[in-house]
Each structure stands twice: as C-alpha cells, then as structure tokens.
C-alpha cells in the first residue's frame, strides 16, 4: 500500500488468526487490514457494520479519487455512462495499491476503457441462460439440479460479471412473484434435488427475506441440499456475522461457494467470517475465474489455493472466463488454464487443486480441461504420465467380471435424467448414437421412400439398445423430439 494508508495493527497474514487444526483463533488479537487515512477517523463499529459499508460505496472519479491515482483510462471509464455497474466497497477498496495500475483488486473492480471494445463471440447472456429459464430467473440447465437467481444486487460488481445483462440492474430486481414461480416450479419437478442460490449476490438480501426462501426451499421434500454461491464474504466480510450463521445453519444440508481470485484477497477479516462460516457447519468452497492480469499465473494460483485451504475453504473450480461483453481484455487463452493446472496437479495437495472449466458459450454447461495424463493405450495396458514426466503403465485385468447392472440395485433405482443422458446413456446402452439435429433429412439427399429405404426402420435398430423407458432415438428422429418424448 501506498504512504496514505493509516496502519493499523498488522498482520502478514490473515489465516495467521486461526489455529492449524481446528481453525480456532490463536489468539484474541483482532487484527485488521490497513485502511487509506481518508477512513481513518471513522470509528471501528461503523467501519465494522455491513450496512455502513454497503451505504459507503465508491462508484464514481471523485470518491475513488480520494484513494486511488486513477489513470486516464480509469476515469474515461468511469465517466461513461454505459458500462456495467460500479460499487466499491471501502473495505474491498482499501485492499487496492494505490498507485500500481496493475493491481490485481483494482482490475476486477476498477473499470478501464478496455471494457468498451467489442471482441468477436461476446454476448449478452453467453452461457444462453435466459433460454434455459422455464420461469424468470431459474435456469433448469442440469438434469437434477437448479440455479435460482434471487436478486440483481452485489456487494461490489466485478468488470467480467457473466450476469452482467441484468446483474446490478436494480428495475430488473426479482419480485415476490417470482420467487413464487421459482419455488412452484421447483416443487413440481422431483428430478431436482440440488438448488443454487445466486444472483447477484444471496448474502445482499435482507436477512428475513434469505431467511424467507430457505425456510420454503428446505420445506420442499426431494430438494436434497442447498448451495449459495456468494462474494461477499470477499468484499464485505462484515457481513458474515452471528445472525447470518445461524440463519444458515438452520438449513443444512446447506453449502457455500464463494468466488476468491488473488491471494491478497485473504485478510484477516476474511479469515475470521470464514472461520465463523465452518463454524456453523458450512462447507466452503471457492470458484475463481481465470483473468488476464490478475491470476494468470501458476505461482498466484499456487500460493492462492495454498491459502484458502489454510482457511477451510476447498477450491472447486477455476473457470476460463465467459465471452461476456466488457471482458475483453480480461480473458486469457485456454492453454494458460491448462499450464495452471499443470503447475499445480503433483505440485501441491491434490485437494488444493480445483477444476479447471470452460462454461460452454450457448449454453453447453462446464466442460472440465486439463493436460494429458493417458499417453496411449492397448487392450490390456495404459501408459500414463505424471507431473514430474515420469512414465508408467498400468496393467490392467483379464480377468475382470463386469458389473452387472440386472443385478445391482442402484442400476435398478438409477434417476431418470430426461433426455440428458449424454455419453453415459451411450455407455449404458440406452442409445446408440447422438445425431446433430437434421442429421437424417441432410443424408437422406432428398430422395423418395424406395424399396430399399423403406418405413420400416427395424433393420437400423442396433440389438440390445436401450429399454423400455429409455427407447433407442430413431434414426432421423430430431433429438429435441426424442427428449420431449421421455420426459
Ligand atoms: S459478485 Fe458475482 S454476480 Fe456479483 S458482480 Fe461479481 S461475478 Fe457478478
């Protein structure tokens, strides 16, 4: 930090304030992160109270001026009048260097005229949410599970947000009503057993109202576990206070993901509202996004799960970031996600280590990357890598007795996924193959029913394919058709 920064008691570290085992204080020490002197006078209970910090926030040349050289960039940015949200709070603000422009806080938070350019494959909503969205706000994009958007509003706004279509937008703030539709809608489908709660950001919802939709989420019978994915605990950890806690806890199976980046995002306060979190028997995880100038290295990536995990926070995934618009210059060539993997499977504990994922841009959903273990193969032996280069085989048995799925009860019991089954409906031989849509019409080269293209299309029905309730696609039957069909 720059010369303007009142000291306050140091740290070098927050996960310092909690004990190795058991992530008990070591001490009752309160330590602080350093605060620009522009906030030196105010008193620590307010500086402490989420709500000071919510109503505090900096968006505009003049505040940020106060404690940040703003480069000309930053305050074209700024000025312009139609670009994604700002909100900073002095909390998450007195974390930025104030005179490195390449610092990795202020990049995600601080926006520069880059957002302006265009970039060939942005869009508005890229992962194609909004059409996966049986009623406002509630994407149905996996076969069991949901993700339940509860309000527009963040802590602070990140510069690559995916949501940035509505996020931050407060007249697209979601209603009563719609929670309603999104609750029903979830009561109506059993084939989900998992909601994510997101946003905008769930912990920014007026305590009752959180209170309010967990209580009606638990009280749905086939939902089996709840998860909220939240920032704020990163830019507001004041907020993870007692009442917070145990509003949570009355609802487990409840987990939390939250979203660090950078290692210097780790402060003491964060430390403790996570400590607090475990506490009341939330599993954390966290899920970064890989940003050009702000993570894009092995060592950061290294030294940041190194940290969360020293916080009981198990990192989950590391995602490629989306072809969102005003990312532009954030994004980062998919190789350098894999190198980062690369740099961290073998290096470090494997339960440091986090998924590395590219959301699919048109709603594909995350497809998981990374190096190449399998080196090649034979009928009875795999030839395998590891992080060091040292090459190995494997042996594998001649003798092995395959599962047997007519006898194994879960085979019996497995979950209907409508239409979703994928790869695996083709390795459990309820498919024999997936065909793009119009597939059949464009090899069927426009010719007419002849002797040998006849209706009868049993001759193309592969043996022992598929069952009763997951009937073989036919050929030439659109896929979507097929789906419909099965649900
Ligand atoms: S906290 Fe999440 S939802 Fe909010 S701006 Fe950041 S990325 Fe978007």
Aim: net charge negative; glycine share 8%; proline share 8%.
């Amino acid at each position: 930090m720059g010369d303007n920064v009142l000291l306050r008691e140091k740290s070098d570290n927050g996960a310092s304030a909690l004990a190795a085992g058991n992530g008990a204080p070591t001490s009752n020490k309160q330590t602080f992160t350093p605060r620009p002197e522009v906030w030196a006078e105010v008193p620590d209970e307010q500086w402490n109270d989420w709500r000071w910090q919510l109503k505090h926030r900096l968006n505009s040349v003049e505040e940020l001026g106060q404690i940040v050289n703003l480069t000309e960039s930053e305050k074209r940015a700024l000025r312009a009048n139609n670009l994604f949200r700002v909100d900073i709070t002095p909390y998450f603000a007195a974390l930025i260097d104030p005179d490195d422009s390449d610092c990795p806080i202020r990049k995600q938070v601080i926006p520069t005229d880059a957002e302006m350019v265009p970039f060939t494959s942005m869009m508005e909503d890229s992962l194609a949410e909004d059409r996966h969205s049986p009623v406002p706000g509630l994407v149905h994009r996996y076969p069991d599970r949901v993700l339940m958007l509860v309000t527009t509003q963040c802590a602070s706004y990140c510069r690559y947000c995916t949501r940035s279509r509505i996020v931050g937008d407060p007249t697209a703030q979601f209603s009563r009503t719609e929670y309603d539709a999104q609750i029903d809608y979830i009561s109506r489908t059993p084939q989900i057993r998992d909601v994510l709660l997101s946003g905008g950001d769930p912990f920014v919802l007026p305590p009752k109202v959180l209170d309010n939709l967990l209580a009606r989420l638990r009280a749905i019978p086939h939902l089996e576990i709840i998860r909220l994915g939240t920032r704020v605990p990163i830019f507001l950890p004041q907020r993870v206070d007692d009442e917070l806690c145990a509003t949570l806890s009355k609802y487990h199976p409840l987990w939390v993901n939250m979203h660090f980046n950078h290692p210097k995002e780790i402060t003491p306060e964060i430390a403790l509202a996570c400590d607090r979190l475990s506490r009341a028997g939330v599993p954390l995880g966290n899920q970064s996004v890989l940003l050009a100038g702000v993570n894009d290295c092995v060592h950061i990536q290294r030294k940041l799960v190194q940290e969360l995990v020293k916080i009981r926070i198990r990192p989950y995934y590391l995602y490629q970031c989306d072809l969102v618009e005003g990312s532009g210059h954030l994004r980062t060539p998919v190789g350098k996600g894999i190198e980062i993997i690369e740099g961290l499977r073998g290096h470090t504990s494997g339960y440091a280590i986090p998924t590395y994922v590219v959301d699919a841009p048109g709603g594909g959903g995350k497809i998981p990357l990374m190096p190449n273990y399998l080196l090649s193969m034979s009928d009875h032996k795999v030839v395998l890598r590891n992080f060091e280069g040292y090459i190995s085989t494997y042996e594998e048995p001649i003798d092995y007795k395959p599962h047997d799925p007519t006898t194994c009860p879960y085979c019996k019991a497995k979950r209907p996924e409508p239409g979703q089954t994928g790869i695996t409906g083709l390795l459990d031989g309820e498919r024999f193959n997936i065909e793009p849509m119009g597939f059949e019409e464009i090899h069927a080269r426009g010719g007419a029913k002849h002797r040998l293209r006849s209706e009868d299309t049993h001759k193309w029905q592969p043996f022992g394919i598929g069952t009763e309730t997951s009937p073989v696609i036919q050929i030439g039957q659109p896929i979507e058709t097929a789906n419909h069909e099965l649900l």
